[in-house]
Structures are given as C-alpha cells and as structure tokens.
C-alpha cells in the first residue's frame, strides 16, 4: 500500500513537470535508452520516458529490453529506460507487470541453471511442417503499424493467442521457448507469429505427423539468442490472408549465462565413447564437479553406464548415446517409488521396491570416487533446476528379448537380469525391473529434444515433482514382439511437490505444473500416463496432478494415448489436452480407476476444472476413442482408498477414425459412483461397433452429449441412469438399454 502510494505521488508529479528536467524519477538509475538492453540484477520497478513523462511502472528481474512494447503507455518519444535500485518489485502498480512476474514464477527463479541451445533431436521424425525465419526491423514495424487494423478484419481481439507463457526452465543461454493457448475465435487462423524485441522471428502453422494428420502448433523456439540478455516475447495469429491479430500478453525472459562446462572426455574423468567401456565412475566424477548454472556434456560417441545420480542447478547435454550396461550388479537395489507406502499413516502394505534407473535423483554415496557408502534417500528432498537435453540418445540396454512371463511382449536384457537377481526370469522377480529415467522431489525439470528407448520398465518416470516441461522428445518402448516391451510406459507423471508429507497432508504442496508438447510416443504401454497415488496411502499422501498442459503430441503404438489412473487416489484437476493426435493407439483418452483407487478428480475449488480436451485428433484406434473405466484390476494389496470415479470431463472436437473392433467411446463405472458432469460436443468419429454409455448419470444441465456421432448404427445408453434430454443433435439417435 504505501508503495502505491508513492507511485501515485510521483505520477502526479511527473504529470506536473517535477522532473521535467530529468529523464528518469528521482534517485532512479538510467540503464538504457530505447532499442537497448537494460543491465540490471536482482528484480526492481523499471519504466520509460522522457523529461518527466513515464510510462506505468514494470516489475521485472533480470535484463529487459528498452523498447515500447515491453511498456505500454510510454511516449513514443522516450529517451531513457531506468529503475528503482531501492526496490524489490513486489508490489508494482502496473497491470502489464504480471508478463514478467508470471514468467518468472513458471521458471521456478531457475537462472541459474543453464544449457546451450542443442539441436533438434530424432523428435524430427515427427516431420514437423511449421517454419522458423527471422525478419528485418524494417517488416517488423510494418506489422507493427497494421496491427490495429489487421486485428478489426481478422475477428479483433477474439484472435489474440492467450496465455503466452515461458514453460517452466525452457530458456537456456541462446534460445527461448515460447508456448500460448489458441485464440476465443480460431475458426480463421492458420498460423502465428512469434515477435521477439517487437521483430518478428518465427512463424508456426501446422505440425504434420506421419499419416498426414496435422494439428495446430502452439509453441516455438526461439534461437540464436545472446547469453545474458532479456528479451520481450509476444505472439500474433494470422489468417490466411497473413492478416495479423493484435499482440498477445508480453513474456519477459532472460536467456541465462554461458554455463562452465565439463566434457566427460575430458581429463581428469577421462570417460570413453566406445560402447563397452564402463563409465560409470567417470561420469558421476564429472556430475559431482558440476558447478551451480554449469553443464556436463556427454559428446559424440556412446557412453556405457550404470546408474547415475544427477545434482541440482546442473544443465546435462547427450550428444552422443547414453548407454545402460546390462548388468543388474550397476544399479544399487531398493529404490522406491512410493517411499512413504506401508509407513506410519501410510497403511501397513509398501509399495515393491525395484533397482535404480540409469538417471536418477534419489540416492547418493559418502565416497562418490570408491561408489561406496550408498543410501538410498528415496525421499530425495531439496533438489531443484535440472535440465536434461541434447541431441542424442538415452538407451537403456543393449537389446531385448521375449518375455517368458508376458506373451507377446519383450523385456530388455537389463530386465532380464534385473528380475532374474530379485526372484526369477519372471513375474516373481518382475517389479525389481528399473525405469530408464527416475526423477523424484525436483521443483523445476526440462526435459528436451533427446531419444529415449529400450527401459527396463517405464521410460521416464517423474515423482513428486513440479514445475516441469517436457518438450520434443521421442520415446521408442515398442520394439521387439507383437506388444513391445512389458510396462514400457512412455512418461509416468507421479502426483507433485510437496516439501513435505504426512498422515495429516502435504506441507508445501506445489502445483504439478507441467508442459508436455512437441512429442512423439511409441510404447509398449501407455503414452502419456498421470499418477496420482493408489488406496488410502495416496488418499492420505494427498498430492494431487494439478495444472498440466498437454499439446502437440503424437501417440503411435500404446495401451493408451493420454491416461488417466489406474492410480487415482489423489485426483487430477486442471488438465488441458489439446491439438494431440493419437494414431493407431488401442485407447486415445483413457481414464481408469478401481472399486479402493480412491479419488479421481480432486476437489475442485474456484476457477478450478476437472480435465478439458480440445481439438484433438484420432486414428485407426485400436480398443476406444474415448475409454471410461471403473473396475480396472488392483492386486497391490493397499488398504482402499474408497471407489474412484470421474466427473467434470469437457471432450469438444474429437474428430477421425477407429478401427473395426473399436468403439468411439464405451465408459463403465462402479453402481453407486457413476461418472458424471460430462459433457463432449463435436465429437465425430467413423468406424468401429459405435457408442456405449453405461455408469455416467447427471442432468441434462451438467451431463450432455451434443452433436456426437458415429457412422456405426449403434449408439446405446444406460436406461434409468440417463434420458434423451441428455443428447442433443446426436447420430444415430442413441437408443437406452
């Protein structure tokens, strides 16, 4: 309040020509004049004007651009841009200052962690159409001076792209991503425009995948950036006749410094890229060397390992192939997704330990250089900031085989001699299987543009974790036999932060906020799968998958596209999937849940949703377009957490095809908890044995299927349960049973 007051004085004074013999308020410090970078530390007021007359007053941290649209309002005259060198920032009158506060806070204050800009990795093989170019200030200002007018004959503001944000940690020291929700009116755009500094720098339009199928991109990377340096980042769409909308909301980012940086070739940890020498020593040495805002690259060449222990404030660049020995004897056993499970308010069952993953973040050794020393520290508190990207290739092991206790499916050799050390070649040894990658208790994870094949288990697996975005990788578990490999799930995103747990609830429980786009999956199990915690230990843990944003993916072979559950005890809340394509999964959207999971959707408190889909797309779907399920399977032995079932479900424009034996949709629930308050409109599918809605009840008002079709003759609902007020515009009439 009384730094409001303050500003409100000096705005007075400035309109009174107090300083009209300055160019910045009094005490302020001049950093820049426009089309310059001010240099600043630390977070401070910041404005521009000239001789008294400023703009309204910004909260930004780090180096800002000088330049009028990063402050609205200034004279077009200005001269020099300046800041409060008294102030923290934190109670700045200007509405334009939430683009900087906002992308501040979805960076998790990670600047100090750092990376350089690493190529597009096999990702690519989703054959992205959309276009990156830079333009001249000169075309640059000439959409600037159209765009008022441009955004009138376009739809006017109803066009603007929303929600511009800089996913979390996705800036490094040369490049910047940028990501934003479509327009209110997007009938009429073809693509966007992504300005940086006011100059426009990239175009985006369509993503194409391999059968043709294309979806809207809703992101860009912005390259060749200048270490150190912020940047003014705002979107316009366009039409087709390139009539632009007006600016979006404005991100301010710096890129970070350029990161010291440890070559594991390099003496004295010497690691070799001949694909039998074991290098495990050599590269945690280099790890462990890892200075705050550093890098540790693994170069051309392929890199034999076993388990690897990252720490935080730490940028990791595979260039070359990350290689998983094939030895259980490398991985320390008694690693533990669910440490708290079979504890103290936790229930008396825990949940079956497994090895280590090839990269982890739980677990440490007193003497790093002899590996001894180990504790498990499954727990892993405290870790934040790490960046795993590159252009290369995480493998798991050297190959695969056929799996004697899953017809069908292969296991790697590592699993093989993983559950054969733990109880057998089968499934009695089977849940000692490692993930590929293991990643627990981190508050703010990128994870970009590297391969990812051959797990043990699932392939990346992220636990108790926030702020997080995974962005243009590729992930190859189905490989070998008719299924892929056994539980080759793609991304398992395990309930979120919290600084803390216990039988009473989270103590600094976080958002999951999460960013999964720009990727290709192609699993032996489920694509995209939410974790939400299983029975009364995950109703109890109380950590539910909160704020996620899935786009621009393409699910291949897998049990399931975007999966919801089986473990649901927490509940999600909050879920956006938009502009997927989900080619030849067996389910597309999938939510699956038990008679004791517990949960669902979490409590949904003011401006909460539960899970909105838009504008995705399907093909040759193998089981269901759109799967509900009530009664999935649960022999874990967990105290129950109580039925689970789902409610505020929003599915609008579904469109594609499904296999012969598949349904468009076919939901199932336990009597008693039936699904409700779903509505999906435009959802218009050809193929397969048509429409089967049992278990969802609800009013018309809350539980509405509008203009859904199927070019099936049969369309059915549960009698008692629903009535024809609940379909409107519906084909072919749906018919109660």
Known sequence: MIRKFVIGIFTLAFAGGAFAATDAPSGWTKCAQPGGTCTMSGTHQTTLGKAGVFSPYVTITGNFACTLANFPGAPSDATWCSYDPTTSGSSSSSSSSSSSSSSSSSSSSSSSSSSSSSSSSSSSSSSSSSSSSSSSSSSSSSSSSSSSSSSSSSGGGSTVPQNLVVPPLAFEDTHITVAWDKPVNYSGVSGYHVYVNGVLKGTTSKISWADGITNQQLYYDVTGLTAGTSYTLTVRSYDSGGVESADSNAVVQATTATPATINVTSSPYNAVGNGSTL?????????????????????SGTFKTGALYLKSNCTYEIDGTLLGSDSASDYEYGNDRFPLYGTSGFGSVTYPQNYKSLINTCGHYSDWSARSGYTTDNLCTGMQNIRITGSGTVQGSSGSSSDSANSGYYITTLAHNERAAQGGDSSTGDPARSDLVSLTGVNGLYIANLHFTLPAEHTLFVARSSNITVANVNVLSFTGGSNGLHNGDGI??????????????????????????????????????????????????????????????????????????SFTAAGFKNVAITENTFDGTQIGLRFKTGSNRGGGIATLGSGDFGVMALDNKVNAIIDDAISFDGSYPDSSGFASGGNGYFHDIVITNLTGSVGSSAYVIETAANSGYEDTKLKFTNVNITGGKGISIKGVNGSATDTLFTNVSTSSSTFTYASGLLTSSNFVGCSPSPVAK
């Open 279 to 299: 290098n495990t020593v050599a590269i945690q040495n280099a790890i462990n060397a890892c200075a705050t805002g550093g890098k540790v690259l693994i170069p």
């Open 492 to 565: 398992d995103l395990s309930t979120s932060y919290a600084s803390s747990l216990s039988s009473s609830g989270p103590s600094g429980l976080l958002p999951t906020n999460a960013y999964i786009f720009g990727s290709v999956w192609n699993t032996g199990d489920d694509c995209i799968n939410l974790n939400a915690g299983t029975g009364a230990p995950g109703v109890a843990a109380g950590t539910p998958v909160n704020n996620l944003h899935i786009f621009n993916n393409n699910t291949l072979n897998g049990h399931g596209g975007v999966v919801f559950g």
